[in-house]
């Protein structure tokens, strides 16, 4: 399939980039039942909507069936892109893998798991990631199903973790003398030098290789989309369920939403479309 409309036959000039927890997904529920009428009109425009989460592949591929979804995406806060095989007729990667083109951005998992276990060590501060929980306790902290639970412990990338109290900066200062990184969704993730707006610059390099200058709306609430807004020629930024903003996010263009997650993504997609 190449990256072309199939309502229209045209090759897209806008994408969307769009987070998926908090942002398409209601929190808790995950539902993204109120913003069908917005998605809808992206499938009947043929626009691409590209997935950009800091879940994982086996995650995110639930929700591409869900949506009937057949462009690329994007795992683990822009560990992996996944190219669907035939979707640009060109090679995205030569790494090939279970129907995809993969380009990897992130240090492996088990490297990002052990540097973590050796700064939790080093500072006798209890975090404790994915890698510690049972499915149960996964389920617990994050509100999926226990099946969900098992596809989000399934990680190629990153280790959500979460600290015994209030965030420590210690830890944080020790994860970036350590030369990883670290951000904040729904928890916070420990990884290698990647970040969604790394991600976002390479597929903007890979559809406009094929079809010219492209404009990218870019669509997160938290932290760690950041640099998923920053990337995007039209930035916005979804009300989180508490009724605010994420206040450290402030950039130039910067729209920011009225509704909350998916209500709040209709409200805005369907306004930039119309």
């Known amino acids: 399939m190449a990256a072309m409309s199939e309502e229209t036959g045209r090759v897209p000039r806008l994408v969307i980039v769009t987070d998926l927890d908090g942002t398409l997904l ?5 539902s993204f039942a109120t913003a069908m009428p917005a998605l809808a009109l992206v ?5 691409p909507l590209i997935l950009c989460s800091s879940k994982t592949r086996a995650e995110i591929e639930v929700y591409r069936k869900r949506l009937d979804n057949l462009h690329p995406f994007v795992s683990e806060n822009g560990g992996g892109i996944y190219v669907p ?4 007729p060109f090679r995205a990667s030569d790494d090939d893998r279970g129907g995809y083109q993969v380009i990897s951005l992130g240090l492996g998992y088990q490297e990002v798991r052990r540097r973590l276990i050796a700064i939790r060590d080093r500072l006798g501060i209890a975090v404790r990631g994915f890698g510690d929980m049972s499915g149960e306790e996964v389920a617990g902290l994050t509100g999926l199903t226990l099946e969900e639970a098992r596809l989000a ?6 280790e959500p973790f979460v600290f015994p109290d209030q965030p420590d900066e210690r830890f944080l ?3 970036e003398a350590d030369g990883l990184h ?7 993730q420990i990884m290698g030098n990647h970040d969604k707006g790394k991600a976002v610059d390479i597929l903007r390099k890979l559809y406009e290789r094929q079809a010219g200058p492209i404009t990218i709306v870019g669509i997160g609430d938290s932290l760690n989309d950041l640099q998923l807004l920053r990337a995007a020629d039209r930035p916005v930024l979804v009300r989180k369920d508490t009724g605010r903003h994420d206040d450290r996010i402030d950039i130039p263009g910067l729209v920011r939403t009225d509704g909350i ?3 709040g993504w209709n409200e805005t997609v369907q306004e930039l479309l119309q």
């Open 85 to 88: 095989e035939g979707y640009f």
């Open 43 to 47: 499938k009947q425009k043929g626009i």
């Open 26 to 30: 209601r929190p808790r529920t995950y």
């Open 182 to 188: 670290w951000t904040q969704g729904t928890l916070f």
């Open 153 to 158: 412990r399934q990680r190629d990338f990153t």
């Open 173 to 175: 200062r020790e994860i």
């Open 261 to 263: 997650g998916p209500d």
